[in-house]
């Protein structure tokens, strides 16, 4: 009927432009009377109920798995036909107008361009630290949407980009490509970052569910811990960046939890992801996860990802068939299955808008990754305010080590981006998988010569430890520049530097007092020297124009507003694990003990233990001063509310962080709740509302299933950190449901 309206309506007006435009809502119109799931008016399922039912049984198990699109591929394995070369590729079913789902890597820019499509390039965004470490819900966004922009306008439609695992291991290996230890923060960040990219028509995928927060052992391990822990660590963390993110898929991981594959656990899957989150969307294994056919889909799995490469056989076809056949697997399974893939595509509109071959704003990307960068670096240290630096009187500034001549650092593996310019320092080993090591060609050097255009800027390798001193030595102030590269797949033994780095900076520092060192690295490091140099800038991985974001930091264009979103350890013994068994070779063990700290991961367990850490969560420096008030806490139900007035004293316009903690009745730590970024110009002040989230101020009861409240007296406190809080003011809840 539509349609023939629309072709009505096109007879009586003749302007070509109106004729063009009826032309097309006229077929819109009849594609949706002879494609009724194209009718965007109809829920995503609803949409999907409608193709699902048009599906052959080939073709449904067409979608239940991926093929690999990447290099390094067995003859046995030929490149899929009609993909773009990237990790994963769902060929398209152009009977029934259902698109290919082409899926990069991309947690911090569509990833591996050059290694998977040699000559491509993208936007690195700095570490996902950096972005947690903003605080900044609109700045984890505005990330997520200029990957999902770049991806859309390179045809991806699925990014394998959402990473979540908690930093219960700070040597762990991917560190850089998550958000910290705090459920919360974490959520808050890679939920909104998710938002981010599908508000671009594209699937994201929140990873790696759950508990592979070491990379030794990953393929074998199982993280024992109890399911009350789980609930209130890594698993709420996944449970609010769902409910913020709508991830149209979740990646299961490869390690094993309490001794089930993650791909095949149907606590995680069936009875926590699907019952109790009442997921919509679907899940896909993690390239080489699956172990089974009946089992895996049977406890929640999906879709199989490239299984043709990495699994011992490819289970989503044949075994799977079999199993249907034998009645192991049930025909209705398969259908919800298809329907949640189909959901998903519905829901992030990859009918609606085809992603496909456009224009790249790549200065208006780049102006991203440089904000994220001064948003999310910490300022760990500025004795006697050193920084910022003085450019318009320095004479001489020398500049040291980590290549910061030629670029940035990047950290290995999956997510590696191949920035415009590609590698600045190509031939550092490995090459290969996890590598190339990568340097983003934005030298700090160069943008440290822009701002500062009357003083010499010269610099010196690091390698020489001599001529670096010496280089300082003639120097007003020396920057010393030090790195720490790491990488998917293997974890580092200890927090140390490499290549020497500890003696470069006690070598500079000793010849010059005005020694700042700026931090390139995926998690915590040990710092011999801190006492002993003027000012420390935390960048971990600095991303896409990290170079003049750094100069810009340095000099005080930009005033540090980051807060660390991990506790910095003063050294291993402080750690819930001494040690990582396996680490540097040999047979990792079965398991790893996650119940020594259980829920009480980062801060928490050093405030459980009382022991100090060498930074606390939260913390970060500015170049001005902020005053919080008195904080005040209203309570309705079991919903509260903290409010706190924040001023800036100093003289520089600046931005800081209120944290509130709560204290649970009974617990040795508190837990962040909630926590808002103000940005304040000198004397401005303003008052910050912040609900707490109930789900902290509850305990997951394991033998019921569900949070509960535990009636009693809760203290909350507020403060710039997590240790540095203001007097608490204490709250009598009832038992009851958050
Ligand atoms: C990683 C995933 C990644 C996948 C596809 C795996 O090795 O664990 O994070 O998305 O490869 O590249």
């Known amino acids: 009927m539509k349609s023939k309206a629309a072709a009505l309506r096109c007879t009586v007006l003749k302007s070509a432009i109106v004729m063009g435009l009826c032309m097309w809502a006229g077929m819109a119109a009849s594609q949706t009377t002879t494609r009724p799931w194209n009718d965007n008016t109809l829920s995503p399922d609803a949409r999907a109920k409608l ?20 290099p390094d591929r067995p003859a046995t394995a030929p490149f899929p036909k009609g993909a773009i070369a990237s990790a994963g590729y769902v060929p398209p079913i152009e009977r029934l107008g259902i698109p290919a789902l082409e899926e990069s890597d991309a947690g911090l820019g569509v990833a591996s361009s050059d290694r998977m499509r040699p000559g491509d390039h993208a936007t690195p965004l700095p570490a996902g630290p950096v972005t947690a470490a903003s605080w900044d819900p609109q700045v984890a966004y505005r990330g997520g949407a200029m990957i999902g922009s770049e991806a859309h306008s390179k045809g991806f439609n699925v990014l394998l980009a959402g990473g979540i695992n908690l930093t219960r291991e700070p040597r762990n290996g991917r560190n850089f490509e998550y958000a910290g230890e705090d459920p919360l923060l974490a959520a808050t960040i890679v939920g909104q970052a998710i938002r981010g990219i599908q508000d671009q028509h594209v699937i994201s995928t929140i990873k790696h569910y759950a508990l592979n927060d070491q990379e030794t052992g990953r393929n074998t391990i199982s993280a024992q811990i109890g399911e009350q822990a789980m609930r209130e660590s890594d698993l709420l963390a996944f449970e609010l960046a769902i409910e913020i993110g709508k991830p149209g898929s979740v990646m299961c991981s490869y390690n094993k939890i309490n001794g089930d594959w993650a791909c095949e656990n149907d606590y995680l899957m069936n009875q ?15 390239w080489g996860g699956v172990h089974s056919a009946a089992k895996s889909v049977n406890a929640g799995l999906d879709q199989e990802s490239a299984g043709e490469v990495f699994d011992k056989e490819v289970y ?22 298809v329907q949640r893939i189909l959901r998903s595509m519905f829901a992030a509109g990859l ?9 790249i704003d790549s200065q208006a990307n780049l102006k991203v990754a440089r904000e994220t960068l001064e948003d999310g670096a910490v300022l760990l240290r500025n004795e006697n305010a050193l920084l910022p630096l003085d450019v318009n009187k320095l004479q001489s500034i020398a500049v040291i080590g980590a290549h910061a001549d030629k670029g940035v650092l990047a950290g290995g593996g999956s997510s590696l981006v191949t920035a415009m310019g590609g590698n600045a320092v190509p031939g550092i080993a490995p090459t290969t998988w996890p590598g190339p090591v990568m340097y983003h060609p934005y030298a700090p050097l160069k943008a440290l010569r822009d701002a500062a255009p009357k003083a010499s800027v010269q610099y010196a390798e690091g390698n020489d430890v001599a001529a670096a001193a010496a280089l300082a030595a003639k120097s007003q102030v020396a920057v010393v520049f030090v790195q720490k590269w790491q990488a998917e797949s293997i974890d580092t033994a200890d ?17 010059n007092p005005h020694t700042i060192v700026v931090l390139e690295n995926s998690g915590p490091v040990a ?12 960048t971990w991985y600095p991303g896409g124009d990290g170079g003049k974001a750094i100069a810009n930091l340095l000099s005080g264009k930009v005033n540090p507003s980051g807060r660390l979103p991990v506790s910095w350890p003063g050294d291993l013994s402080q750690l819930p694990r001494r040690d990582i068994p396996g680490v540097t070779g040999g047979t990792p063990p079965e398991t790893v003990d996650y119940a020594i700290e259980g829920a009480n991961v980062g801060y928490r367990w050093y405030q459980a233990k009382g022991i100090k850490p060498l930074f606390p969560f939260g913390f970060g420096l500015s170049y001005t001063q902020f005053k919080h008030g008195d904080l005040k806490v209203d309570a309705k139900g079991t919903q509260l509310q903290a409010t706190v007035d924040v001023t800036n004293t100093g003289s520089r316009a600046g931005a800081d962080v209120a944290q509130v903690y709560v204290h649970v009745p009974g617990a040795k730590s508190a837990r962040l709740a909630g926590y808002a970024k103000v940005f304040l110009k000198p004397g401005e002040h303003r008052t910050l509302t912040i609900p707490l989230e109930p789900r902290l101020l509850a305990d997951f009861d394991a033998g019921k299933h569900e949070w509960v409240i535990r009636g009693g007296q809760y203290s909350v406190s507020e403060g710039p950190s997590s240790a540095d809080l203001g007097a608490p003011v204490n709250v009598q809840l009832p038992t009851a449901r958050p």
């Open 495 to 511: 927090l140390s530097l490499p290549d020497n780095q500890d003696a470069l900076v006690e070598a500079v520092a000793k010849a």
């Open 51 to 70: 193709l699902l039912a048009q599906l052959t049984q080939d073709e449904k198990f067409q979608l239940i798995r991926s093929y690999y699109a990447g």
């Open 272 to 286: 926590v992801l699907k019952r109790d989150w009442k997921y919509p969307g679907f899940v896909m294994s993690d």
């Open 527 to 538: 710092m011999p020297w801190l006492e002993r140099v003027g000012a420390v800038l935390e």
């Open 316 to 337: 989503f076809d044949a075994p799977l068939r079999a199993a249907l056949a034998k009645g192991e697997v049930k025909q209705a399974r398969l259908d919800d299955m």
């Open 351 to 359: 009918f609606q808008y085809p992603a496909g071959k456009a224009p």
